[in-house]
Every structure is written in C-alpha cells, then in structure tokens.
C-alpha cells in the first residue's frame, strides 16, 4: 500500500499493519512515561484521526473507545510497551478491526519524523534510506533451490527515490529469471511500500496494464499502471508466491495482481485483510501512529481486500508451503527441460514426495546400525540413524520412506539398505554403489 509519513507529505517507507507487526520494541534508556502523558497521547491521536481517517462513519466510535480508556485509568502506566499494546488493541477494534490501526513506540522513527526535511526530501529521510540500505529494500534471501527452482523472500517492501532501491529489485529480478521456475516468500512480509510491489509485478504484464487504484481523502486518486522493465516480461515459467496471515497490506496487492491478472499460483493460507492504504503520523514522547487513509481498488475485481483478505490457489499449512510450491513448480518445469538437467529435477522431486512418508520403526533403525565397507559407520540414537565415513564428521540420515534415507539433508546423496548388498550408496550424478555390511 502506499504510505504516507505524516508531518505531512508522501514518502516511500514500509509499514507493517498490526495483523504482522511486532509489539513495540523497549528501549533501555526509555525513561518511565510521566503520568500527563497517556492523556497527551490520546489527545493528539484522536486529533489525527479526525482529520484524517478513511472512514468518517468509524470516528466517533474510535474517539469514544480511546477517551472512556483514558478516562477509566486503560491507559494510567509510565510503560510505553504496555500503552502501546492497550491503545492499539482499542484503535483496531474500534475500528472494525482495520488491520492498520495501532500506535507503536518508536522514539527513533518518531524523532526523524520531526525533523526538518533534507533538501527536497521528505522529514527523516536520510534515516529511513539507512534502515533500508541496511536490510537490502525487505529483500532478504536469494537462493537456488535444487531443480534450478530460484527462490526470493521479501521481508517488507521497501523504496526509495534515490534509485537505489530499484536497483536491488532489478538485481533480485534477474536472478529470478534464470531458473526454471520462481518462489516469491511474502509469508512473514507486513507490508510497506507499494512501488516495488508494481516493480515486480510488472516483470509479469505488458506494460501500460491498468494495476490498481489508490483512493486518498474525497479528491486525490492514484491509478498505477505496469511499466518497461530491463529484460522484458518474464513469460513462460511458472510463479508461486507463499502466503499467509502475516502477509498484509503490500504483499495482499502483489498477492492480489499474481490471482486477479493469473500470473502465478498462491500457496499457504488467507492472507490477513489489512487492505487500506494507511498513513503514518509522530505522536509525543516518541510514539509513531498509523491509520488507515485511503483505499485500494484493484483493477480487475473492482473491490479491494480489507477484512477478507487473499485466499490462496492451494491451500496448505506455512510450515509446508515452501515444499508445496517447490514440488508443483519441478513437476511443471520437468517436461521443459533437457537432459542435462532431469536427473537432478527428479532426484529432488523424491524428496519431496518423501517427506509424507511414515517414520521408520527404531527396530528397523537398529537393524540398519553397524559397520560397512570403506570405513563408513551407521549409529542409531535417540530413534534416528547417522552416518559417518572415516573421519568425517556424523551426518544425520534423513528418513525418505522404508529403507532409503538422504544424508545430512533430503535433497543430499541416499542411502539405502538392503539384507543381500548392504548400503548402497547414490547420488544424482553417479551410478549406485554398494556396501558390504561388515561382520560384527
């Protein structure tokens, strides 16, 4: 969603909605609030949402609900943790649970909010650029699963205007490009920024693709439209994007173009509904507000997703998802490829397939221990098996069903045994090799 920094003008900055964000971090040096300072909170809180909410038929419930807080002594603590907590539970729910109503304690984010603005650049900005320097823009790992499947997982969306920010993406793009398929992880992703989001998205589209339109206060629209990116427009390798209930406000509209314009497939579970734009606002004695201020409306659909969210294509547990989407995204790359790399693709499709597989018995477990040929040892401990040759440092063996077993991790070389030969020994790229069991 597009985000704004209130002192009171546009910036490009992440926000995490309430449904993904952590409570407020203390501080060590935070001295203890002073007892007028709820009351100075709350007023300046509710003068905010006055003027600014998107809502106006909510206000006065929410206005009601923090004053008879305050009122009642709800908020009467010197601790900004647990006002924080207390306000923010009343902001959301009376609201009608709008996921980016809350208020942290961020005296950092707060005080550079209050500064004067840099040159042309918005309050705090030089701040702000750091932080998201420092985390790479949200983008936190790049990896190449096994079957060239690439995998990127986005912890926030975060932009600036320096163009640094686009090069990151530009970078993570291109390395996406090259696989045979593509894992974008949102799992754990709260929000932030909507420009990087329309970014990536129109890796995706044509350019010129009507995306989304963000309304703001009785007047100003935004509509976003998909642009040129370097390399083109990624076609014909599949795109699975893993979602959830922590994945809100700015991974919902990417979640929302990958399902409404049928880019790729969604896999996990509901995304959170936290779908209006929203604003962020300095408080005093250091706290940071956000409200919801505008609206999200998907070109497609019409609608936008407050409250209900993004169902997923497949619907899975969080734990599973990565598996899920790794599994489906082999079995529609293996037709495409060459010989080259097939072996590899089905070895780990194996795997995969594996992991629903029941756990062997600790008879069977203690039936494989022993010694084998080539100095390799198999140890059976605590209901597992390991593996060791010579000298090398133990490995755990990985249960693939039955008899057969990965070494160190599922997608590593296997083992399996067998009462005639032994342990036979494989791997994607060399011939099984088999190993006498040696007598006790």
Known sequence: ???????????????????????????????????????????????????????????????????????SGRYATDSQLVLSERMSADLKASSGNDGHMYISYKPDEAAAMMRPREGSGPPGGAFFDEAMVASNFGITELKVLPGNVRYM???????????????????????????????????????GAAQPVQFVASHFLDPGVKMITFREGPTEVVEAKSAAVPGGRITGKPLYVLVGPRSASASEEFAAHVKNFKLGTLVGETTAGAGNPNSLFAVPHGFVLSLSTGLAIHAVTGTGWEGDGIAPDRRTDLVSALDVAHLD???????????????????????????TAAPPAAAMLRNFAGRYDGDRQVTERGGALYYRR???????????????????????????????????????????????????
């Not at 407020?24 to 002073?34: F, G, M, N, S």
């Not at 163009?163 to 090259?178: I, N, S, T, V």
């Open 1 to 71: 969603m597009p985000l704004r920094i209130e002192i009171a003008l546009f910036v490009a900055c992440a926000a995490v909605p309430l449904a993904a964000q952590p409570t407020a971090t203390p501080v060590a040096a935070a001295r203890p609030l002073a007892a007028g300072a709820p009351a100075e909170i709350v007023a300046e809180v509710v003068r905010n949402v006055r003027r600014a909410y998107v809502h106006p038929d909510r206000v006065e419930a929410i206005v009601k609900q923090l004053e008879t807080s305050l009122a």
């Open 153 to 191: 997982n986005i912890s926030q969306w975060m932009w600036n205007e320096t163009g640094q920010a686009k090069a990151a993406y530009e970078d993570a793009m291109r390395f996406l490009r090259a696989g045979n398929a593509m894992v974008i992880d949102l799992r754990n992703n709260g929000g």
């Open 390 to 440: 010579a000298d090398t440092p133990e490995q755990l063996l990985v249960p693939l069903g039955g008899n057969r077993f990965a070494i160190g991790e599922k997608f590593g070389p296997r083992v399996e045994f067998d009462a005639a030969s032994g342990l036979i020994l494989s791997s994607p790229t060399s011939p099984p090799r088999p190993f006498a069991r040696v007598p006790a």
């Open 329 to 355: 995204a082999l079995k529609t790359a293996l037709p495409s490829v060459g010989p080259g790399q097939r072996r590899s693709i089905e070895w780990a499709m194996e795997a995969l397939s594996a992991e």
